[in-house]
């Protein structure tokens, strides 16, 4: 449907919010032409005024909220709103743990075509802020004010909020956002990385880590629990990072392989597995589209699990058709991202190849429209 003749950048409207999408922007309508609107919650009238318009749909800024829903609550952050970091803050947290679920519901329905996804509901976090151990800040010169931005991304633009904490950071990272502040960067456009570095891995700066440790034991007590169900003798961890997956779950298989691509990540993955002594399994240093066949080979697919960790892009379509071809007993699908996981996952089970058996969420990124997602699927022999 097309844009009401009316509609244009500057309307001011009065809308009701119908729904919170994927992303976390409101829901409304003008007669049946969608308006998206941040920061708000289902139920709320709000009044808005259209910044864009587009063929299918417009998006506005929420000016004022003239009825609030009992789900809207303070934002504990004096950025939220500004700062493009979070989007849920002003709702209670169990509305947030009820959005999301909704939200990979209507994804795997939409999107991977499940009419009745086998989906749990998301397991909390016990630390809904203060929980990140990782940030990225960036720089940015601020010619009108005359002075250096340190901050993230604003939600409105791509100007940098000048930022001096970030609520659910670890408060370790807000003593290095004070530090970058006391000593900034020399110009703009600089990107600043910080973390804190998880006690007993060996962790390259530039190399993937879980970026929430509270809820980090759920998550690997999950994956043993479906290795257990599943009874697989074998593990191969693809995009498997540094290790963590593989060597916590070595003592629940008789053999584990890692495959990643990033050689640095593989030298620290061989690193903590001496540490741990983890001796039952290897790690090799390449792509799991070239790796996965020949050590599929070496095992018994009917006894082998599969766990994919890849980027928030999904994985490649040859990756999944390699998979439909190779056929492991299990594979587990760990996903930061719940509509490229809809859609690998309606890949993988076309024709009955795989069925899905459960996804378990978990919210590791509170106060934000992100989740995780593991989803356990078992080949149909």
Avoid at 57 to 82: D, E, H
């Amino acid at each position: 449907m097309e844009a009401p003749s009316t509609l244009i950048v500057g309307t001011k409207l009065t809308l009701t919010i119908d729904d919170i999408a994927f992303g976390g922007e409101g829901v409304a309508r003008v007669g049946e032409f969608v308006v998206f609107v941040p920061f708000v919650a289902v139920g709320e009238t709000v009044e808005a005024e259209v910044i864009e318009v587009k063929k299918r749909f417009a998006r506005a800024k929420l000016l004022a909220v003239t009825q609030a829903s009992p789900q809207r609550v303070t934002p504990q952050c004096q950025y939220f709103a500004a700062c493009g970091g979070c989007q849920y803050q002003h709702l209670s947290y169990e509305t947030q743990l009820a959005l999301k679920h909704k939200q990979i519901i209507d994804l795997f329905q939409r999107v991977g075509a499940f009419e009745n996804a086998p989906i749990e509901p998301v397991v909390p976090c016990p630390q809904p802020y203060g929980y990140r151990n990782r940030i990225m800040i960036r720089s940015q010169w601020n010619k009108p004010e005359q002075k250096l931005n340190i901050g993230f991304i604003r939600a409105d633009c791509g100007l940098v909020e000048d930022i001096h904490e970030c609520k659910i950071a670890e408060p370790a990272l807000n003593e290095q956002i004070q530090h970058v502040h006391k000593n900034p960067p020399p110009k703009g456009g600089i990107k600043v990385v910080l973390r804190i570095s998880p006690e007993g891995w060996e962790v390259p700066r530039d190399s993937f880590f879980q970026n929430n440790f509270f809820l980090l034991p759920k998550l690997v007590d999950i994956l043993r629990e479906r290795i257990k169900e599943a009874g697989t003798k074998h593990l191969i961890d693809a995009y498997c990072g540094v290790g963590f997956f593989s060597l916590e779950l070595a003592n629940v298989v008789e053999r584990y392989t890692g495959i990643e691509l990033d050689n640095l990540a593989i030298k620290s993955a061989r690193i903590n597995a001496i540490k741990r002594n983890a001796t039952n399994g290897e790690f090799i240093s390449g792509s799991t589209e070239q790796f996965l066949p020949q050590v599929l080979q070496q095992a018994d697919p009917s006894k082998t699990t599969i766990i994919l960790d890849p980027p928030r892009v999904g994985c490649q379509p040859q990756t999944l058709e390699l998979l439909r071809t190779l056929k492991p007993a299990q594979l587990i699908y760990v996903s930061c991202h719940p509509a490229t996981l809809a859609r690998d996952i309606k890949i993988l089970t076309e024709g009955g190849v795989f069925k899905l058996n459960k996804v378990t969420p978990l919210d590791m990124f509170p106060q934000t429209q992100h989740v995780e997602c593991i989803s356990d699927l078992r080949s149909s022999g």
